[in-house]
């Protein structure tokens, strides 16, 4: 069973940084993509950042320019480093991955537990 756990969320001032991390664990044929999602209060889960395999990046509008995704093939994890942090960055983040445990499975699509981002002002 594939699963992922975080770490790195916290409390911070606007204008400060953070870095999340996320490692995939468990039996792993192939990681495709990998991302980062959030949840505020009230409101849907949204996209952030994700990455493909190949290193390809995609952003949500709100978060070019000051957040980066990156990801290590070899260690199966995803990191997203923030940047520049607005109020409105205050959220639960998740981890997502997508990929196959052995060469012919299915698909599996894998979220982690949540990690509290709170950026005051």
């Known amino acids: 069973q594939v699963q992922l756990v975080e770490s790195g969320g916290g409390l911070v001032q606007a204008g400060g940084s953070l870095r999340l991390s996320c490692a995939a664990t468990?039996?792993?044929?192939?990681?495709?993509?990998m991302g980062w999602y959030r949840q505020a209060p009230g409101k849907q889960r949204e996209l952030v950042a994700a990455?493909?395999?190949?290193?390809?990046?995609n952003y949500a509008d709100s978060v070019k320019d000051r957040f980066t995704i990156y990801r290590y093939n070899a260690e199966n994890t995803v990191y997203l480093q923030m940047n520049s942090l607005k109020p409105e960055d205050t959220a639960v983040y998740y981890c997502?991955?997508?990929?196959?445990?052995?060469?012919?499975?299915?698909?599996?699509?894998?979220w982690g537990q949540g990690t509290q981002v709170t950026v005051s002002s």
């Open positions: 468990g039996t792993i044929f192939t990681i495709n993509a």
């Open positions: 997502n991955a997508q990929g196959r445990s052995k060469w012919n499975a299915p698909t599996f699509d894998r």
């Open positions: 990455i493909s395999r190949g290193g390809s990046p």
